[in-house]
């Protein structure tokens, strides 16, 4: 009795995970501490727009570097990591060109999520700045160099520790950075090793010269030799929202110069779809979206009214992985061929619970009871939808892949291709290989695994314990 209890209150609890999701993620939570807002949970209005919907900014960049010849070379490399440090900001809608001729880096990306006051300065500022992470002996600045920038250290990554619970960045280092660091480490036990980060800025001292600025992270001292070439930068303020900044600086890489913006040439750029376009779009794809559940309805009756519930799920899961809802996830670009990523995983969501309904139908007409025929159904229809599914996270991984960090894999691989379609279509690309491929994981999640928990447990109740509710003849 216990058991049957438990099962009909299945649909109730996944019912209830839905709708909260769906509400938390379209809407948020937040409180105001006077005029402190404090995010609980992102929702819609937190989602970074591309340009074509929202506008954007576009800025000039100049190498900041005197008396030195700069070759083509240095300003792929400067456009490489500008374009790496946008897509670590989850910025995907932008273009990046070279002008080599006049040695300037044209860069367009739109605005952040809610920005009003559109201070491009302030916003551009950050992709010129030239980070190099230096470890030294003792406390001082002016301490003998033990490992410098990405010759010694291979990655960083955000972490926590496990006896505080505070965060950390965890830093792996190169084959030569773990040779140093051991003799280093193996020669000064109980004394300090201090890591600062050096930062080469936009601005200009009083001689013309970059400001270098200098920030210690932390002064650890030396309890063993470290030779497996893993070490972590911890401090007492430090915060997850720091460490995560850290680790993205450092591993952004090094600009060959520090680049400097010309103020003069900051333009604004209007959207070319705009808000009243969105709006627009947005009514008609609730219509749609509706009607699609209607139809679903009528043609299933029980089957359609839970993949309506499962396909809500679905919906709410893609705009929480766009809008940063989840701790692990800043908000992300969403452009007009991310909106399409969205459609299109909504409709192979429609297409997963259309096959699992004609299954438990064909279950029903071997003469399987209505737990058989559900049971079966499923069972039957895994198959086809997992290879369906499977099949699309493979291209949107590939897509993202090509059409992202140019660091990445994929990237250097296609990189004849991209050269070709231009910054402004790797870009669109990648926002939509995204959303398609979050639209994809959760419809996975809703249409398989949610769906058969909420149908199994609504054919327990006696007012449903008819097969026509799922496809059957009715008082079969």
């Known amino acids: 009795m216990k058991l049957k209890k438990s099962g009909k209150l299945t649909f109730f609890v996944v019912l209830f995970l839905i709708l909260a999701l769906t509400f938390t993620a379209f809407f948020g939570i937040e409180n105001y501490y006077g005029d402190t807002r404090q995010i609980i949970f992102k929702g819609a209005n937190d989602i970074r727009w591309g340009i074509d919907i929202q506008g954007g900014v576009e800025a000039v960049f100049s190498p900041n570097k005197e008396d030195v010849k700069i070759t083509d070379e240095d300003m792929d490399a400067a456009k490489s990591i500008i374009e790496t440090r946008l897509v670590n900001a989850n910025i995907t809608d932008y273009e990046v060109y070279t002008d080599t001729s006049n040695h300037q880096i044209i860069v367009r990306f739109p605005w952040e999520a809610g920005e009003s006051d559109f201070d491009a300065v302030a916003t551009v500022k950050k992709l010129g700045t030239s ?101 972590t930068i911890s401090g007492s303020d430090m915060t997850a929202e720091y460490v995560k900044e850290l680790s993205e600086q450092i591993n952004s890489g090094k600009l060959p110069f520090a680049l400097t913006v010309d103020d003069s040439k900051l333009q604004i750029i209007s959207p070319s779809l705009g808000s009243d376009a969105l709006k627009v779009m947005l009514i008609a794809g609730s219509i749609a979206f509706g ?54 995983s909504v409709g192979v969501g429609v297409d997963c619970n259309v096959i699992a309904a004609e299954r438990i139908r064909d279950e029903f007409q071997k003469g399987k009871t209505i737990d058989g025929a559900i049971d079966s159904g499923f069972k039957n229809s895994l198959s086809a939808i997992i290879d369906g599914n499977v099949t699309i996270v493979i291209v949107s991984l590939v897509l993202m892949g090509a059409f992202g960090s140019p660091d990445g894999i994929m990237a250097k691989i296609m990189s004849p291709i991209m050269s070709l379609l231009g910054s402004a279509i790797t870009g669109s690309i990648y926002s939509f290989g995204y959303t398609l491929l979050v639209g994809t994981i959760f419809n996975l999640i809703m249409g398989v695994v949610a769906s058969k928990l909420m149908l199994k447990s609504i054919s327990k109740f006696k007012a449903f314990r008819n097969p026509w509710f799922y496809g059957g003849k009715k008082n079969a």
């Not at 291979?154 to 140093?180: H, R, W």
């Not at 080469?200 to 002064?219: F, I, M, R």
């Not at 043609?299 to 396909?311: E, H, K, P, S, W």
Request: with cysteine; glycine share 10%.
């Open 131 to 231: 980070a190099v992470l230096v470890f030294r002996k003792g406390t001082e600045q002016t301490g003998e160099v033990v490992l410098k920038g990405a010759d010694d250290v291979k990655s960083a990554y955000p972490a926590v520790d496990p006896e505080t619970n505070k965060p950390i960045v965890g830093l792996e280092l190169t084959s030569q950075g773990t040779s140093k660091f051991a003799a280093a480490t193996s020669s000064m036990t109980g004394q300090q090793i201090s890591i600062w980060l050096s930062t080469t800025t936009s601005e200009l001292d009083e001689n013309g010269k970059p400001v270098v600025e200098e920030l210690l992270l932390s002064a650890p001292t030396v309890n063993e030799p470290i030779t497996n070439g893993q070490c």
């Open 291 to 344: 009607l699609v559940c209607l139809l679903m309805i009528l043609r299933y009756r029980l089957n359609g009214f839970v993949a309506a519930f499962a396909l809500l799920g679905q919906l709410a899961g893609s705009i929480a992985c766009i809008s940063g809802y989840f701790a692990s996830a800043n908000s992300f670009t969403l452009t007009v061929p991310g909106i399409a990523g969205i459609i299109l």
